[in-house]
């Protein structure tokens, strides 16, 4: 038996307010900044260069709502371009992000380094939403995953995805979804989601963002 008793919502809407209100505040995703290995990301993850020609980053942006001036789309294409001349070398992940990191730093000291606003965030990270989408899918299955469209329970699993990856998403959660066992499954994204750590050791913003999932 799959979950039950789900709550339905406009999914888009919700989701970009529940990421948003967990990323869209912090000045850090405002900005250009680095992902720890070397790839240039703004907003609620979105990794510049994981795009594969920059073309594509002016179609998300567009669709997101971001206009940039003629100077300020050449100053991303600049960063765009040399962070992936960087991350196509054989330097190893410290060196790519050390380099990549200062070449972050100096467009985000420049006339035409852009801030993205919290609406901006949620609407860019629309653009991303299916990779987080499908690691949920990934988890539960198809059929399961297609039975929770246009929930918050859905919307809850992706933020999941989005702050943690498949490795949140152990056996027993699954298993509680599966079973509609919603006790468990609460108990599953509340504690054991942060391998039974608690907020003094994950910090209070994880487990508030567990919390509110």
Same mark, same amino acid.
């Given at each position: ?13 919700a989701l970009k307010a529940f990421i948003t209100s967990k990323e869209g ?15 240039? @990301? ?50 190893? %992940?410290? &060196? ?9 730093? %100096? ?5 035409? +380094?852009? %801030?993205?606003?919290? @609406? ?35 919307? +809850? ?5 989005? !702050?943690?990856? +498949? ?8 298993? +509680?979804? &599966? ?14 989601? !942060? ?19």
């Open positions: 038996m799959a979950l039950t008793g789900l709550h339905t919502t406009d999914y888009e809407t505040s912090k000045t850090s995703v405002l900005k250009v900044h680095t992902d720890g290995v070397g790839v240039p @990301t703004i907003g609620a993850g979105y990794a510049l260069t994981a795009r594969t020609t920059f073309a594509l980053v002016k179609a998300d942006f567009s669709v997101a709502g971001i206009t940039l001036s003629a100077e300020e789309e050449q100053a991303l294409k600049d960063l765009y371009d040399d962070s992936n001349g960087i991350l196509a070398t054989s330097l190893n %992940t410290a &060196q790519k992000e050390s380099q990549v990191k200062a070449l972050v730093d %100096t467009y985000n000291a420049s006339a035409n +380094a852009i %801030t993205l606003s919290s @609406t901006q965030v949620g609407e860019l990270f629309l653009t991303i939403k299916d990779t987080y989408e499908n690691i949920v899918k990934s988890k539960l299955g198809t059929a399961l995953y297609n039975s929770l469209a246009n929930t918050k329970e859905l919307v +809850a699993l992706v933020d999941l995805a989005y !702050n943690g990856g +498949a490795g949140l998403f152990g056996t027993d959660l699954v298993n +509680a979804l &599966q079973n509609n066992d919603r006790a468990e499954a609460w108990f599953q994204i509340r504690y054991q989601s !942060n391998g039974g750590k608690s907020y003094q050791t994950v910090g209070t913003g994880m487990a508030e963002r567990r919390v509110a999932e």
